[in-house]
């Protein structure tokens, strides 16, 4: 099973900033996909894990621009299923 994930936003500050004598308005934009894969064996309780994550903060003031990568592995264990 996939999951993925897309997301925008938007910063609109009403005034400039004082030290940078800018606006400190921003772009967001990220993505996100996550893939589940049921593990082998006779119970379908374990499941295996594994995220992407990146996204990116563009900031009017370059000193507040930000970008994520990240990468996530785990496994699930699900109680009460049969």
Known sequence: MTASNIAYGRTSRD??????????DSDRFAVDTTLLYWLP???RRWQAVASLSWGK?????TFHDNELFMV????LYRFGIR
């Open 15 to 24: 005034e400039r900033n004082p030290i940078f004598g800018a606006k400190t």
């Open 41 to 43: 064996g006779a119970d």
């Open 57 to 61: 903060d563009d900031s009017d003031v």
């Open 72 to 75: 996530t592995l785990g496994v």
